[in-house]
C-alpha cells in the first residue's frame, strides 16, 4: 500500500498546487467580460480528453489544464453580460469571493450545534428577507439548493399542516390531495406534485398574464375538499409575470388554505423602488421562495426558503432517528428541519457577506438598474419597426418578435450572436410562435450590447 495519507498531506506539492488554484480563481474573476464560451458534444470532448478518473490519476497540475483547456471553455459562462437567456446570474464579486471560504471551511450546516455561526449568518438574511415582503419577525426558514428543493418543501409542510387540521377536526382524509397554480407556474410545481402524488389544478390567467384571487374562485367552483395549497408565480419564467398576490391570499384564506409563493426569479424585485408593488400582499402569505443565484448576485446554488409559521415547517420536515437525536432534541435552529435535506452546505453565507460588505442599499440599486434596462429596451422595441413586444415587462424579462421571421430564421441569427460570442440569446416560445427574450439579471449587460442585439436583428 502506497501512503494511505496521501491526500490529506500539507506539503510542498500542496501548497504549489493551491497556490495554482488561487491562480486560476484570480485570472477568471478578472476577466472582463469572461468568454461566453460554452457547449461541446459529448464525442468532441471525448476526443480531447484523456482517461482521468484512474487508479493512479493525473496529478492536480494535469487535471487543472486540462479543465482551463478543455472543458471550462465547453461550460458557458453564465456570467457573461450577453447571457440573457433563461434566468442567468451575476454574482457579486464578495459572493465569488467568499464562496471560496466557504468550501475551505468544512462548514456542516444542518445543524445549530454544528454550524451555529453559520446559520446564524444565514438566519440574518432569511430575516431580512422575511421583513422585507412583510412578515412578522417570528417568520423564518432555509437555504435549500434551489427552487425546486424549496417548492416542494414548501408544498409539504402546506399539506402536512392541511393533514393536521384535518386530523384535528375528526375528519377523513380526501380522496385526491390538490394544489392549485396558475398555467404558467413553473415546471417545478407539477414536478413536486408528482413526487407527492397529489393533483394540480391549473388556473387560468387574466389577459395581462397574471392570477387573480377571483379566478382561484371560479375554478374551484366550491370544490375546495382536498385543496392544500395555492401557488402564486412572483415572477414567471418566461415574461417575469407577478400574480396578484394579496387577492389570491385572501380567497385562499378564507377557505383556510396555504398560499405559496414561487418568487425564485422574481421575488428579488420586492427590494426595488420601481417594481416593490407588485408584491403587496407578500408579507400574509405563509411560505415563498426566492433563488439568490438568479437575482441577488449569489453564486450557484442557492433558494432562501421562507415560512411565515417556522414551526410547521419544522414539524413537516425534522427527520427522527436515535443518530440524530442529539441534533433535532431541542429548540435550536437546525437547517435541516426545514426542507427536504439533512446535510447542506451553509449556502446562504456567500450571500450574507455580499450584502453585509455592500449593504442592501447596493442590492436595491442593482436591481432597479436592471429593472430601467429593461424598460428602456422595451420602448426600444415598440419604437421599432422590425420587432414587436409581446407584452409591457413588469420586471426585468423582455419579450419579443422580429416581425415576418420563421423558426429557422431565429435559430440562425441566435446561433450567429452565439459564434461571434455576442450574446447567448435562444428563442424561446411565445402560444406556440417563436419569440425572443432579454432576461436581465447582469448589472454588466449594458443597453449598449442590447442596442447592437436590436441592431443585427435587422439582418435577414
Ligand atoms: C428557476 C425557477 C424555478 C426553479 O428554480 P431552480 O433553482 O432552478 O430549481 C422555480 N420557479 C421559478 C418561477 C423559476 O424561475
Known sequence: MNDPMRMHKHDAATAALREKI??????????????????????????????????DGIGGDKALELFGDVLAPATMSIDHPGQVSFIPTAPSEASILFDLIVSASSVFGGSWLEGAGAVYAENEVLKFLAREAGMPESA???FVQGGTNGNLSALVAARFDAMHKREEAGLPRPARWRVAASEEAH??????????????????????????????????AGEWDGVFAIVATGGTTNYGIVDDIASITAVAHAHDVWVHVD?????????APSTKKHFAGLGDVDSFIVDPHKWLYAPLDACALVYRHPAIGRAAHTQHASYLDVLTDTTEWNPSDFAVHLSRRARGLPLWFSMATYGVGAYRDAIEWNNQLAQRIAQVIRDSDHLELVRDPMLSVVVFRRKGWTQEQYSDWSDRMYQEEIAACFPSKHRGEPV?????????????LLMELVERLKED
Do not use: C, Q
Open 187 to 220: 415546471s417545478s410545481i407539477a414536478h413536486a406534485a408528482r413526487v407527492m402524488d397529489v393533483d394540480v389544478i391549473k388556473i387560468p390567467v387574466g389577459d395581462d398574464g397574471r392570477l387573480y384571487g377571483a379566478a382561484v374562485e371560479e375554478a374551484l
Open 436 to 448: 425572443l427574450r432579454f432576461a436581465i439579471v447582469n448589472p454588466r449587460t449594458t443597453f449598449e
Open 263 to 271: 418568487g425564485a426569479y422574481g421575488v428579488a424585485a420586492m427590494l
Open 22 to 55: 488561487f491562480e486560476y480563481a484570480r485570472v477568471r474573476m478578472e476577466l472582463d467580460p469572461p468568454p461566453l464560451d460554452g457547449s461541446a458534444s459529448w464525442a468532441d470532448l471525448r476526443a480531447a480528453m484523456p482517461d482521468t478518473v484512474t487508479e
Open 140 to 142: 423564518g426558514g432555509v
